[in-house]
Nanobody
């Protein structure tokens, strides 16, 4: 069964940090672009970041640029999202998604409809 599983969410105070993980099972991630998305209550799902299959290229939404960093360890079949200087407006369910394209360089985050597989999401709540 092909599956993506996110972990690492939780409750954190403003200014704090969290690291999300996205682990794949049933397939290997080394040919996939990985996108991170988030969805707050009553809002549309928005793209947060994109990382190319090799990890050599990344792209970030303006709202998180300089605070979030995506990385990957293909040997562990896992992608990470390091989130620093968290703000209340970062509160959302965070999803990872895999797009089969080993040549894509994340010139953009890519649309929700372009991704092949999705995780179930992990809640991130930033509150004092």
């Amino acid at each position: 069964q092909l599956q993506l599983v996110e972990s690492g969410g939780g409750l954190v105070q403003p200014g704090g940090s969290l690291r999300l993980s996205c682990a794949a099972s049933g397939f290997t991630l080394d040919s996939y672009v990985i996108g991170w998305f988030r969805q707050a209550p009553g809002k549309e799902r928005e793209g947060v970041s994109c990382i190319s299959s090799s990890g050599g290229s990344t792209n970030y939404a303006y709202s998180v640029k300089g605070r979030f960093t995506s990385s990957r360890d293909n040997a562990k079949n896992t992608v990470y999202l390091q989130m620093n200087s968290l703000k209340a407006e970062d509160t959302a369910v965070y999803y990872c998604a895999a797009l089969l394209n080993s040549l894509a360089k994340c010139a953009r985050i890519y649309d929700v409809s372009e991704y092949n597989y999705w995780g179930q999401g992990t809640q991130v709540t930033v509150s004092s």
